[in-house]
């Protein structure tokens, strides 16, 4: 699309849309609006080109408007533009569910589609407290989160999640019965640390020290953890901390969930976190690469024994009384088929293996900066922590994020920390270009 071809501002009336997650009024006294992209960039209705540094919101991991991509998403519009999954069916979402329990750990080949990572988490909630009632352990109704975890909206995934902003005005409606360990970030004693950390696996025993002696393994439905916290500030778990977890819940027979939202789809170079860290939970939540971000689409991924214990459910009719209007879009499935023929056809997920070292030196390359507190990283996913100012928590990252923007460099602040998360057929001169532009604002960052 050429600059002469975008659509205009000029006719444009900002006031309607309540936009997400977004400061309305700032916004639209300042708008950022992009009118088109194209793999690794952005182009603005201005008709600059912003390179995409946090592939838009840790999901186009195939970069944007990929051909084929474009292309499914088309040829399926025309030909069959939707389809209930309630009761009737069509063959697109049997044959993607085939070919994501290929991709996953063994023994894990039942997929439920959602729409969203939310609407995953709300799902995964009810299969685990559904299944413990088919065994006859009804009791185990309980969960457990994590501090600064994130787990979309749905007050499920609120009341799981720990993030206080996101919590805070819906305290007396989030979901009783919802534990949370520590999170894992210790910068008092540990920064700037490359991968996992050496210490800190035993940040998992609180399972069994504190909370499991509170309430009783019996009523302890699972463990609901997403492997690497990204939305909340990118915090990579230490080495050994996810086994122990597994350890932990085995013991107990408290179900793992890994919500694996953006940690999927070669963020950490494997289809899953979980291959990543060799550790193979009960259920997998996954959304947003799934269909490089072309098409909404999310699911669970379970266990065959847990699956089972569904389908051998003595009662007759429905196996579970859940599902969405849009579970199994054709859309959705023929854009995540064609997502994960790029990924295969294109090797991205080896692609991010090899990218990862170059990756973490421009992580760490901010070491130093004025104000850089830590930087971490693991796979494609990295950040930079930033000082706060005093009485003005949120003001630097938010400044930095935007003189970014400014100089053609999408960033995503969180707080005062700056997140890192580029599609993944970045090229290294791209990797150059985003953390050589965040350098240059930070040299000059009031
Ligand atoms: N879980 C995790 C780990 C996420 O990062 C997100 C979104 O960022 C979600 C769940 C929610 O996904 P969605 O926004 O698609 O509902």
Known sequence: ??????????????????????????????????????????????????????????????????PRIVETIRRQAGELDFASSFGLGHPLPFRLAERIAALAPPGMEHVFFTNSGSEAIDTAIKIAVAYHRLRGEGTRTRFVGRERSYHGVNLGGTSLGGVRANRRAYAGVLMPGVDHLRHTHEPEKRRFVRGCADQGAELADELEERIIPLHDASNIAAVVIDPVAASAGVLVPPAGYLARLRELCTRHGILLVFDEVI??????????????????????????????????????????????????????????FHGYTYSGHPLACAAAMAALDTYEEEGLFERAQRLERAFEEGVHSLRGLPQVEDCRNLGLIGAVELAPRPGAPGARGYEAFERCWERGVFVRPIGDTLAFCPPLIAEERHLDELFGTVAAVLKTAP
């Open 263 to 320: 940690t999927c789809w070669g963020r950490l170079g494997a289809p899953f976190a979980a291959q990543r860290f060799g550790v193979t939970p009960d259920l997998i939540t996954f959304a947003k690469g799934v269909t490089s971000g072309a098409v909404p689409l999310g699911g669970v991924i379970v266990r065959n024994a847990i699956h089972e214990a569904f389908m051998a459910s003595p009662a007759a009719g429905m196996e579970f």
């Open 1 to 66: 699309m050429s600059a002469r071809d975008l659509p205009t501002m000029d006719s444009l009336e900002l006031r309607h849309y309540w936009m997400p997650f977004t400061d309305n009024r700032r916004f639209k006294a300042k708008p950022r609006l992009i009118a088109a992209a194209k793999d690794m960039h952005f182009i603005t209705v201005q008709g600059e080109r912003v390179l995409d540094g946090l592939a838009t919101l840790w999901c186009v991991n195939a970069g944007h408007s990929r």
